[in-house]
Nanobody
Framework: VQLQASGGGLVQTGGSLRLSCAAS????????MGWFRQAPGKERKFVAA????????YYADAVKGRFTISRDNVKATVYLQMNNLKSEDTAVYYC???????????????????WGQGTQVTVSS
């Protein structure tokens, strides 16, 4: 599967953005999906993950209650709805695919087999 992320941009504090990650290939529905982010000079960090079925979702504490991950297996797309954005959310956001339907280490970048190219999110105060 190949991934193409989009939807990033510049937004003011408190605003919203929705990121999309479109996947190619017919096996998308068997992959767990994740979103990670990397701020300048910092390591890549887990943001959210969703199981292949879409029935379970997981979030980093920093985004819980503000971000929502979802997927549409027909459209082979995973989304990250980001609300009440803060300056500390500024980063390049990456989507990633795990060939397993579920991995207990969903928070680790090493779990994921495929990565999108990243999309920049900038939150201005």
């Amino acid at each position: 599967v190949q991934l193409q992320a989009s939807g990033g941009g510049l937004v003011q504090t408190g605003g919203s953005l929705r990121l999309s990650c479109a996947a190619s290939g017919r096996t998308f529905s068997t992959y767990s999906m994740g979103w990670f982010r990397q701020a300048p000079g910092k390591e890549r960090k887990f943001v959210a993950a969703i199981r292949a079925s879409g029935g379970w979702t997981y979030y980093a504490d920093a985004v819980k209650g503000r971000f929502t991950i979802s997927r549409d297996n027909v459209k082979a797309t995973v989304y990250l709805q980001m609300n009440n954005l803060k300056s500390e959310d500024t980063a390049v956001y990456y989507c990633a695919a795990d060939r397993n339907t579920y991995s207990s280490s969903y928070y680790s970048s090493e779990t994921y087999d495929r990565w999108g190219q990243g999309t920049q999110v900038t939150v201005s105060s």
